[in-house]
């Protein structure tokens, strides 16, 4: 019950967002704006911003944060490595949650289950609403982008990702879908055949993961 008061999500928003999309995610339009130097929209000056915790970030630029991080040289060799983190989770050792989630976050600051982590795990410990609602919020931010790039319900209306491991945060914490059966590939999208649940009320769900493989196409290419 903590944990979903911790994460909670934007019922409203999600039920909006299903009937209309808000975000135009296209990724040759990212990658323009996040390298261009002469902008705002740079890269590296958005994820000051965003590592600042700063609360002017909108819906867009938050998109340009997440989406845009797979356009950065390290994108693939930083991929979550979630496993230890959800050992100690699971352990309820919340020192060590701290520890190892702030380690990803050094790494790889779009990292859902981070910053999901390290936000019940401060609470848990007592630690000041200041510090641990920076990182639900940032959670909470990258998760209405995610939610607003399509509506899963075909490919073409896929929820976009920049990890697998994001689908199933989404799927599980975000729409609270009870079970969910991997159906694989249908193009470059994952089909999910699931439980129709409280926030999702269709028996399908889409989700589109192909930036790793494109990722790691260009970059094999370049060599």
């Not at 999901?116 to 609602?133: D, T, V």
């Not at 599980?172 to 193009?187: A, K, N, W």
Request: glycine fraction near 2%; charge should be negative.
């Amino acid at each position: 019950m903590e944990r979903q008061l911790i994460s909670i999500f934007a019922l409203l928003l999600f039920e909006f967002s299903f009937a209309q999309n808000e975000l135009n995610v296209n990724f040759d339009e990212i990658k323009t704006k996040v390298e261009d130097v002469n902008s705002e929209s740079h890269y590296p000056k958005l994820l000051k911003r965003f590592n600042e915790f700063d609360d002017s970030l909108t819906l867009e630029e938050n998109a340009l944060i997440y989406y845009g991080f797979s356009f950065q040289e390290d994108y693939l060799k930083n991929k979550p490595r979630e496993e230890q983190l959800k050992s100690f989770a699971d352990k309820k050792d919340y020192e060590n949650v701290v520890k190892e989630a702030q380690k990803i976050l050094e790494k790889n600051p779009v990292s859902l289950s981070a910053n999901n982590e390290l936000a019940y795990a401060l609470f848990k410990l007592s630690k000041p609403e200041s510090e641990w609602k920076k990182y639900q919020k940032r959670y909470r931010d990258m998760r209405k982008v995610i939610s607003l790039s399509g509506n899963g319900s075909s490919c073409e209306n896929a929820f976009k990702v920049i990890y697998v491991s994001d689908e199933y945060n989404m799927i599980y914490d975000y729409f609270e879908i009870p079970t969910v059966t991997r159906q694989g590939l249908s193009g470059l999208c994952d089909r999910f055949i699931n439980e129709v649940g409280e926030y999702y009320k269709t028996t399908e769900i889409y989700f589109d993961a192909s930036r790793s493989l494109i990722r790691h196409e260009e970059i094999i290419s370049k060599k």
